[in-house]
């Protein structure tokens, strides 16, 4: 059943870390292990080969790799009995400390440590066995169980060229189980560099735990010790000789170099992913046609720097040459416990071979392998051309252009990318391209919104202003015609200046005049008051004159008694000639007098006249004097009044230019706002031609 060939889960995505950032896909080798459709890149481990690429690309630790580090030390604390076998990659990490971490093995409960580089020398040797007696055209070596899961699932027609029997860890277990009984009912722990062992395991149905050397490291660390608290402990088995470097790239020629020093012209050594799979899945078309392979044995391993920079170590950004420098340290200390008896001694009869002899059962080491491509088939649905063009219209790829194959989306081409999508494995908006031109798309339609949006407000705005230059329009008209009533009205105000101002100039000169007569008159007056002074002077003359004559006819007329009365005592004869005489003095004294009171009543009432008269006069005078003022002022004020009227005059001269340039002024925006309403109806037809498009 198809349950039996799912592969446990060796990597685990911390969903809180990822950033979907697709580093992960770019690396993967087989891809459709990998989710994109959502938030997070997901992971499915049923299609996952174990590779650990994943791993190593994470900047963000969202793919870590699982091992069984925790029930390994929760069940020996539990007094469980185990037993570990070491990986020979140890010897390039721990800075060479290799034989501590056996003895920190030992401090945790382990019962005892084997050296899987021993179950590497056996490997050789069931290799040489196999090519012995079936003289196969290929082999592809499978210590690698990342590079195993990849062939049983997306290259099942390669399981035959993969050599048949168990890798050195499965050897090592077999070896333990066969050759030492006392561990025979020993859980086996094996001490590893790589997390996708564990499948292995449970593929040959052997090995209890899968521990990495980066758990082993974590929980040091984490107890805040070094490995060097620990002694160092030598292993249970019997020493490795060359084998010791299976770790290294070409490890395995290496080894088989000492059986067959032309090893290397008949082998093929490839490791790395941007090499191996690429090579593995050309690998069938190519054997497919007849051709012959140039080389017998493919040497291959799935980590660039061998098992040495495998995933389950600290030790990928490490330099090749330090590691190997640990492993080749190694090689030489073992080679000790081997020496060469003769310089043409066949190997078998070394030492080594004697003691692989003891641990080699013909049958023992064979092992087989499950095509598990079904998997692959009923997960993955593989399009047709139809479906991937489909696809590719969704992605906006609808020219030989925009198949760009930038691989920014983790594949390596767009096809392949089409492919996940139609598998629900991704979405179109983890393509560049597609982001770009859905960018371009919807700021296109961003912009066609917002131009509608400008079109509606627009033709609005526009429709508003045609309205308002109408409006504009005849009021502007109503103004040029108030203009040209207000040019008419202010011409006659001008015309009305310029006559107030001819009369102002005319009140001016009789102002003048008037103010030329008050002076004159003034000056009469003052002529006048001299004249009554000399009649007044006059006046009182006479009226001391008619005071003498008063006198003399007051005298008179007592000369004239005393006449009368002499002519009385003269007689009648005498006294009646002197009596008339006296009579007539007396009656021309009386007349006199009285004439003279009547000249003096008259003087008087003239002299009284005189003094109304030079009062009068002086009243007039002082009436001249404030006419004369307020002619004066009269005539300073004709004189501003004038002044102003002068600059009225010139003013509303300006005036009536300034109108005339109004006036000029205001047809010119009268055809303007004309012309911009025919341009505003102009450009809202434009618009509304332009919103059909």
């Not at 349950?3 to 990597?11: A, G, T």
């Not at 604390?77 to 070491?86: D, E, F, L, M, N």
């Not at 758990?215 to 060359?242: C, M, V």
């Not at 009225?648 to 009536?656: A, Y």
């Amino acid at each position: 059943m198809i349950e039996k060939k799912i592969l446990r889960p060796v990597i685990h995505v911390v969903e809180e870390k990822c950033v979907n950032c697709h580093r992960c896909i770019m690396v993967c080798p087989v891809k459709m292990c990998n989710n994109g459709s959502g938030a997070i890149i997901d992971h499915h481990p049923e299609l996952c080969i174990g590779c650990g690429e994943c791993i190593r690309a994470c900047t963000h630790g969202a793919r870590i790799g699982v091992d069984d580090f925790t029930a390994f030390v929760e069940d020996l604390q539990k007094g469980a009995p185990i037993i570990a076998i070491v990986a020979p990659a140890i010897a390039a990490s721990f800075e060479g400390a290799y034989l501590r971490v056996n003895g920190f093995l030992k401090a945790l409960g382990v019962k005892a440590v084997f050296d899987v580089s021993f179950g590497a020398e056996l490997t050789i040797k069931s290799y040489l066995a196999y090519m012995k007696a079936e003289n196969p055209p290929l082999i592809i070596a499978q210590p690698c169980s990342t590079l195993v899961s990849f062939i049983e699932m997306y290259r099942p027609e390669l399981i035959p060229y993969l050599v048949p029997v168990d890798s050195p860890m499965v050897h090592t277990m077999k070896m333990i189980k066969r050759f030492y009984p006392q561990y025979k009912q020993h859980r086996i722990a094996a001490i590893s560099p790589c997390y996708s062992k564990r499948r292995e395991f449970d593929a040959v149905g052997m090995g209890d735990y899968n521990v990495a050397f980066r758990s082993i490291q974590k929980y040091l660390t984490d107890s805040g010790k070094t490995i060097n608290a620990y002694p160092p402990a030598a292993y249970d088995n019997p020493p490795a000789e060359r084998a010791v470097l299976f770790s290294n790239p070409g490890g395995l020629l290496r080894t088989l170099q000492r059986y067959d020093s032309d090893a290397a012209s008949y082998t093929q050594r490839i490791e790395g992913p941007h090499k191996v799979y690429h090579y593995l899945a050309y690998l069938k078309n190519f054997l497919k046609q007849g051709h012959t392979p140039a080389y017998k044995i493919v040497d291959c391993l799935s980590c660039t720097k061998g098992c040495n920079g495998g995933p389950g170590t600290l030790n990928q950004d490490e330099h090749f040459g330090m590691l190997e420098s640990f492993t080749e340290i190694r090689y030489k200390e073992e080679r000790k416990h081997y020496p060469a008896a003769g310089k043409r001694l066949l190997f078998r009869q070394n030492k080594l071979e004697k003691t692989l002899d003891q641990y080699w059962d013909p049958g023992l080491y064979r092992r087989s392998y499950t095509d598990r491509s079904e998997l692959f088939r009923t997960r993955v649905i593989v399009p047709n051309e139809t479906a991937i063009k489909a696809t590719f219209r969704s992605m906006h790829k609808t020219k030989r252009t925009d198949i760009l194959n930038c691989g920014s989306c983790g594949y390596e081409s767009c096809e392949q990318m089409a492919v996940a999508i139609i598998n629900g494995r991704n979405k179109p908006k983890n393509c560049r391209h597609y982001v770009e031109l859905e960018q371009e798309l919807q700021a296109n339609e961003k912009i066609k919104q917002m131009l509608n949006q400008v079109y509606e407000h627009t033709l609005k705005e526009m429709q508003k202003n045609k309205d308002g230059l109408e409006t504009l329009s005849g009021q502007v008209s109503e103004t040029a015609d108030c203009v040209l009533r207000s040019s008419e009205t202010i011409k006659g105000m001008v015309e009305n200046i310029r006559s107030i101002h001819k009369n102002l100039k005319h009140n001016a000169e009789t102002v003048l005049q008037l103010n030329a007569s008050s002076v004159e008159g003034k000056n009469r007056l003052y002529k006048i008051r001299d004249i009554i002074s000399r009649v007044e002077e006059q006046s009182n003359v006479l009226i001391d004159t008619c005071k003498i004559i008063t006198n003399i006819a007051d005298e008179t007329n007592i000369l004239g008694m005393n006449a009368a009365i002499e002519a009385a005592h003269a007689g009648d004869q005498i006294g009646k000639g002197f009596a008339v005489v006296a009579g007539e003095i007396r009656k021309l004294a009386n007349n006199s007098g009285q004439q003279a009171v009547n000249i003096t009543n008259n003087l008087n009432s003239i002299k009284n006249l005189i003094a109304t008269s030079k009062e009068s006069a002086a009243y007039a005078r002082q009436q001249f004097d404030w006419m004369a003022s307020l002619i004066d002022t009269v005539k300073d004020e004709e004189m501003s009044i004038q002044d102003a009227m002068n600059i009225q005059n010139s003013g509303g001269s300006q005036v009536l230019e300034a109108l005339n340039e109004i006036n000029a002024l205001i047809g010119r925006i009268e055809e303007t706002s004309r012309s911009l309403l025919t341009s505003g109806e102009s450009v809202i037809q434009q618009i509304s031609a332009l919103k059909m498009l």
